[in-house]
């Protein structure tokens, strides 16, 4: 049985959050799971709309951004990458200071197309934006990196030995 590699996440968390549109938004990748991504992001001016709440755009970043990585080890070649082709949010309540925190769960995968989810919440647990994206897999789009990745995924204990 196939089982997420931790040191490709760890090099993937690290990647992630060193981009230039995470340090943009100062948005983090905290947690990338099979099926589940967690994202947060603490809030600063930077994020707020001229009327003193965070952006729809922030939200609608951050709902993207875990989407995409609650799909990411579904797709079992470490040499394709995702793009989204569709993204749908819900703005559910303002928030002007803090921490949004985004729980993304994946919802179906195919040979083409995946689809995903994203919540996101204030740290005490209050629903603020909820999303869905569609998101193409790409064959031979993976990360480029120097030096390369190691592999994605490593074997674990088969059922025999549970």
């Known amino acids: 049985m196939k089982k997420p590699n931790p ?7 690290e990647m992630t959050n060193t981009c230039p549109y995470f340090i943009l ?3 983090h990748l905290r947690d990338i799971g ?3 991504s967690l994202l947060e992001l603490d809030i600063s001016r930077k994020h707020l709309q001229p009327f003193g ?3 729809g755009g922030v ?29 749908k949010l819900n703005y559910l309540a303002p928030i002007e200071t803090g ?12 040979k083409a197309i995946a689809y995903a989810e994203a919540r996101v919440s204030d740290e005490a ?21 120097d030096p390369p ?8 204990p088969g059922p025999e030995s549970r």
């Open 99 to 110: 921490r949004i925190i985004a729980e993304g769960r994946q919802i179906k995968v195919g």
């Open 149 to 156: 990745l190691p592999p994605k995924f490593i074997e674990g």
């Open 7 to 13: 040191e490709y996440i760890e090099r993937i968390k």
């Open 125 to 145: 647990g209050k629903l603020l934006a909820h999303g869905t994206s569609t998101l193409m897999i790409l064959p031979g789009k993976g990360f480029v990196t």
């Open 59 to 87: 939200f609608a970043s951050i709902i993207d951004a875990t989407a995409f990585w609650a799909v990411f080890f579904a797709i079992q070649d470490q040499n394709a990458g995702l793009t989204s082709v569709d993204l």
């Open 34 to 36: 099979l099926g589940s």
């Open 25 to 27: 938004l100062s948005m």
């Open 53 to 55: 709440v965070i952006h």
